[in-house]
């Protein structure tokens, strides 16, 4: 037999992550960290398991069985082996309760968990990150008879008790546009509100409960009309309530999940709170889901390069490895500088957020949290795409081949930038969330980090930047579209200059312990620029979104 390539093989995830070793050992106290550790190693066990048996058996997908064998209507869905082992995952590792702990590090210890085990669940951190928010919006509606009957569940370290809940915004007139809903909600002649309608998009239908947008009957049209209600999808003896499922989607990627359109024929409800303003009732979930999306999207940015840099030591290609060719070498470099800085951001983003939770934020945090959230999803979210992308071109046609693994990582990546908002909804949000106060709460967050840390050509280059942003959104303060145009840039340009101010304090930490790894993707962040305002003609857009020959004219043909 001929050459027979070597296969990457997957590094156990959490010994040999270097970049989640440092931030940790930063980040928390050495006590915390200790108690910690014996969860991440075995959540780096089941990653490395779960790699393994992809490669070993057959790719599964979840199967709706509408009907049983004697005209039962069912809607039984047979699950991946991944999705039925999520339970006991999530309960023996806390990865829910453990975010929800009376202590300041809460999510930190958190989402270090999701970001080992995210790429592993096959998604299941999808639900996974709606029974969270759904955990959070409850105990910020001030519901207690709601937050005392689904809490428990939510987060319950015995998987017996275990609950998912669903988020069902999306309808079919309607995406990021809510203000479209046309379920309705109605009272029955026992006080009993009940729902009407369709969802579209359900992806956690196989969850025990579920927070729900739906116009109560009567109500006006509107967004400020939308009512939130908590639901529980099964009775007492497991059947549907009054919800039949009418198929799965067939999707690009995120195949393993379970995502369904469903009809609601007088589903029990409740409402969390007031009849109107549902969807300012549900921002609190949306905050915790987005923080989810982001935390999982580097996990597939570091899984990606971690395969790739591991080919790179087993492939030989004109005389040599790939590793020791300088232009692959160089390839490799950009990918982890790129993705050091998500995840500082993203990381960043994780620790305000459990601030803000305990009561312990700076007086300028909660906004800072309400402008870096939305950034730092949309941001690791496009970049996901393209870091997936790249790394799987470094195994060449291999890389295209089902088999090996690789494609999916790439289909997979497509959803961060769309779940919970695409790029320029996230962008426009972020214009939404400058308030008052405008750009200071980002101006003092980067004085803070690089207040005695780093060196004068880091910190120009970042105040250089950030002034230009600042310049922008001043000319452009009494043109809104010229400002809804250049959102995205602006968006990506602030996500970058956090993130290099986040390298500069990581790279000087590690400094100080004798790793210049941090300083090198630091010195190539940087050097990949930070500037991605972009501020064409208004009357370009206009000419060059369309495409329809202008009247009078004619196409020139080729000679």
């Known amino acids: 037999m001929g050459f027979l390539q ?40 089941y990653a490395t398991m779960a790699w393994h048996r992809r490669e070993m058996t057959p790719r599964t997908e979840p199967v709706l069985t509408q009907w049983d064998a004697w005209g039962r209507r069912v809607d039984r869905i047979a699950l991946t082996p991944a999705w039925e082992e999520g339970p006991g995952i999530t309960t023996r590792h ?26 592993a669940s096959e998604f299941y951190t999808c639900p996974l990150a709606m029974t969270d928010g759904a955990a959070t919006a409850l105990k910020a509606s001030g519901n207690r008879a709601l937050t005392e009957r689904a809490l428990p569940h939510f987060l319950s370290r015995d998987p017996a008790d275990f609950w998912l809940s669903g988020q069902w915004m999306t309808e079919t007139r309607g995406g990021s546009d809510v203000a479209n809903t046309e379920t309705i909600a109605r009272l029955d002649d026992h006080g009993q509100w009940r729902l009407y ?7 956690a239908v196989i969850g025990e409960a579920a927070l729900a947008l739906a116009r109560p009957e009567g109500a006006g049209p509107g967004t400020s009309a939308l009512a939130l209600f908590y639901v529980e999808t099964k009775d007492e003896r497991g059947a549907w309530r009054d919800i039949t499922i009418d198929r799965l ?6 195949r393993e999940l379970p ?36 935390v999982c999207a580097i996990a597939s940015m570091s899984r990606a390069i971690a395969l790739a840099r591991d080919y790179a030591t087993k492939r030989s290609a004109f ?20 993705f050091e800085g998500a995840f500082a951001l993203t990381f960043f983003v994780v620790e305000l957020h459990g601030r803000v939770e305990q009561g312990l934020a700076a007086a300028h945090e909660p906004a800072l949290l309400r402008l870096l959230t939305p950034l730092a999803k949309l941001w690791t979210g496009k970049m996901a795409v393209r870091i997936t992308s790249e790394a799987i071109e470094c195994f060449g046609g291999a890389g295209y081949i089902e088999d090996t693994g690789l494609p999916q990582l790439l289909r997979d990546a497509q959803i961060y930038s769309i ?16 308030g008052p106060a405008g750009l200071q709460p980002v101006r003092a967050a980067i004085e803070q980090l690089l207040d005695n840390h780093g060196t004068g050509q880091e910190r120009a280059a970042i105040d250089e930047t950030f002034d230009n942003v600042e310049r922008l959104l001043t000319s452009l303060h009494n ?42 993707a630091c010195r190539r962040f940087l050097a990949h620029g930070l500037d991605r305002l972009v501020v064409p003609e208004g009357t370009d857009d206009a000419m060059l979104a369309g495409d329809r020959v202008a009247s009078g004219q004619r196409v020139a043909k080729a000679l």
């Open 197 to 203: 309608g369709r969802k579209w998009f359900s992806s």
């Open 6 to 45: 070597d296969a990457p093989k997957l590094a156990h995830t959490y010994r040999n992550d270097r970049v989640l070793h440092a931030y940790l050992g930063r980040a928390l106290p050495g006590d915390r960290f200790d108690a910690l550790e014996p969860d991440l190693d075995a959540l780096g066990d």
């Open 479 to 520: 043109d809104r579209a010229g400002m809804e145009a250049c959102a995205r840039g602006v968006a990506f340009t602030l996500s970058r200059v956090m993130a290099a101010a986040l390298l500069v304090r990581a790279a000087r930490w590690a400094a100080e312990h004798g790793d210049p790894r941090p300083a090198a």
């Open 419 to 434: 779940w919970e908002g695409t790029t320029n909804v996230l962008s426009l949000d972020t214009l939404r969330a400058l």
């Open 249 to 254: 989607k067939h999707k690009l990627g995120t």
């Open 94 to 119: 806390g990865l829910l309760a453990a975010g929800h702990a009376d202590s300041p590090y809460a999510r930190i210890e958190q989402f270090a968990r999701v970001y080992l085990y995210h790429v």
């Open 319 to 338: 005389g040599a490895r790939l590793i020791d060719q300088p232009l692959h070498a160089r390839t490799l470099a950009d990918l982890q500088a790129e």
């Open 259 to 294: 995502t369904a359109e469903i009809h609601l024929h007088g589903l029990p409800a409740t409402p969390v709170g007031p009849l109107d303003h549902g969807v300012r009732q549900i921002t609190p979930m949306l905050n915790v889901t987005r923080t989810w999306n982001a």
